[in-house]
T-cell receptor
Framework: QQPVQSPQAVILREGEDAVINCSSS?????VHWYRQKHGEAPVFLMILLKGGEQKGHDKISASFNEKKQQSSLYLTASQLSYSGTYFC??????????????FGKGTKLSVIP | EAQVTQNPRYLITVTGKKLTVTCSQN?????MSWYRQDPGLGLRQIYY???????DKGDVPEGYKVSRKEKRNFPLILESPSPNQTSLYFC????????????FGSGTRLTVV
């Protein structure tokens, strides 16, 4: 079952902040975040593990609420290079498919000057 | 350079003509996987492999086959392609079956006419 991402799309001006949310109905072992630019492959940004801490990379960070099975990706002071489609991927704690990474449908982020 | 190599990048074929998309990684990763990407649907997993000779179905395995005879290679086989298999395909690999980021290949755009 795919995680649900919101919003589906967002337009930002350079320097503005954005939050992308990802939620699942299953107990999660981990949440991944990837960015895909047009015509390219998805690129791994970060992974948040059950019981782990909030992660960050430059001005992009993420959190994982295990109790709510939700994760959020925070992009601060956005740059033109942040444009692309962001996907969350989830791994379940147990049961069928627990060795699969299931992706959401993506959030298209456009940063304009 | 650490990478996942897919071939071909583009392929147009006719209905029913068997084809193979190759995938090779040079990172000694145990886990490999195939995804298809369709507009509005995100990335959906076709098959995955946790190690040599260990493969399992993902969420959309119908019409596809895989094999894992060597650790580095994970080909995707379409024995009788149909137009509904027209899609963008990605191979990905990771260090282990859970808790590790995925490295994606550049993608194969397949058109079945």
């Amino acid at each position: 079952q795919q995680p649900v991402q919101s919003p589906q799309a967002v337009i930002l001006r350079e320097g503005e902040d954005a939050v992308i949310n990802c939620s699942s109905s299953k107990a999660l072992y981990s949440v991944h975040w990837y960015r895909q630019k047009h015509g390219e492959a998805p690129v791994f940004l970060m992974i948040l593990l059950k019981g782990g801490e909030q992660k960050g990379h430059d001005k992009i960070s993420a959190s994982f609420n295990e109790k709510k099975q939700q994760s959020s990706l925070y992009l601060t002071a956005s740059q033109l290079s942040y444009s692309g489609t962001y996907f969350c991927g989830t791994e379940k704690v147990s049961g069928a498919g627990s060795y699969q990474l299931t992706f959401g449908k993506g959030t298209k982020l456009s940063v304009i000057p | 350079e650490a990478q996942v190599t897919q071939n071909p990048r583009y392929l147009i074929t006719v209905t029913g003509k068997k084809l193979t998309v190759t995938c090779s990684q040079n990172m000694n990763h145990e886990y490999m996987s195939w995804y298809r990407q369709d507009p509005g649907l995100g990335l959906r997993q076709i098959y995955y492999s946790m190690n040599v000779e260990v493969t399992d179905k993902g969420d959309v395995p119908e019409g596809y086959k895989v094999s894992r005879k060597e650790k580095r290679n994970f080909p995707l086989i379409l024995e009788s392609p149909s137009p509904n298999q027209t899609s963008l395909y990605f191979c990905a690999s990771s260090l282990g079956p859970r808790g590790y980021g995925y490295t994606f290949g550049s993608g194969t755009r397949l058109t079945v006419v």
